[in-house]
């Protein structure tokens, strides 16, 4: 049961990222819930271990321009994936090489608590539903930093036949702060440990 959580957490896991872009391509939306500013890494703890998640650059997928973040375990890649921003929210548009088709709206905007939204999309032809509902989190405590933070959690996602419930939490101006997964009764936590904006 861990080993899906840990994977469902690699998938579903490392957003982060200001908006800001490279000479040719730029995200026009930007929202400081999800900052995507190129070379801006954040370092998270996971099952007893550190992974970091950096913008490495921007890529059009459609008609959306999407920021590309790697995450890396040591120096070995362990998940590739795609985000931008539109007026309306956050989307996730791509999983390593597969694009995730509609791209899921991970977060809405702008923040509301009580709001709801469902979703259908597909990777690699396999379909994922279900529905998000976002929450206010006041003086959310991860590590030693107490942030202002929202959720967004959906509990009827199905992996592999398992039920799977996750919850995203984000923090203005700083991004993923911490993510839970349960699979089966097993959870699985990732935390943040240090967020380090690119510079201008």
Avoid: H
Avoid at 121 to 128: D, F, P, Y
Avoid at 174 to 193: A, D
Wanted: with cysteine; hydrophobic share 40%.
């Amino acid at each position: 049961m861990k080993s899906v959580a840990f994977r469902v957490l690699l998938l579903g896991v490392l957003l982060v990222g200001p908006a800001g872009g490279q000479d040719k391509l730029t995200i026009k939306e930007e929202t400081g819930w999800f900052p995507l500013k190129e070379n801006s890494v954040w370092t998270y703890r996971v099952q007893g271990r550190t992974v970091t998640t950096k913008v490495v650059g921007f890529e059009k997928i459609g008609e959306d321009v999407c920021a590309k973040l790697e995450t890396r375990r040591d120096k070995d890649l362990v998940a590739t994936e795609f985000f931008t921003v539109r007026k309306d929210g956050v989307y996730r548009c791509r999983f390593a090489d597969k694009d995730v088709t509609p791209p899921v709206q991970l977060l809405k905007l702008p923040i509301k608590a009580g709001e709801k939204w469902e979703f259908t999309s597909k990777v690699a032809g396999q379909e994922t539903r279900g529905v998000f509902t976002l929450a206010e989190v006041k003086d959310f405590k991860v590590g030693l930093t107490t942030y202002n933070a929202v959720s967004v959690t959906s509990k009827d996602l199905k992996i592999e036949g398992q039920p799977v419930e996750i919850t995203y939490y984000f923090a203005d101006r700083v991004g993923l702060v911490k993510q839970v997964v349960v699979v089966g009764g097993s959870k699985v936590e990732l935390e943040l440990e240090k967020y380090e904006e690119a510079k201008k």
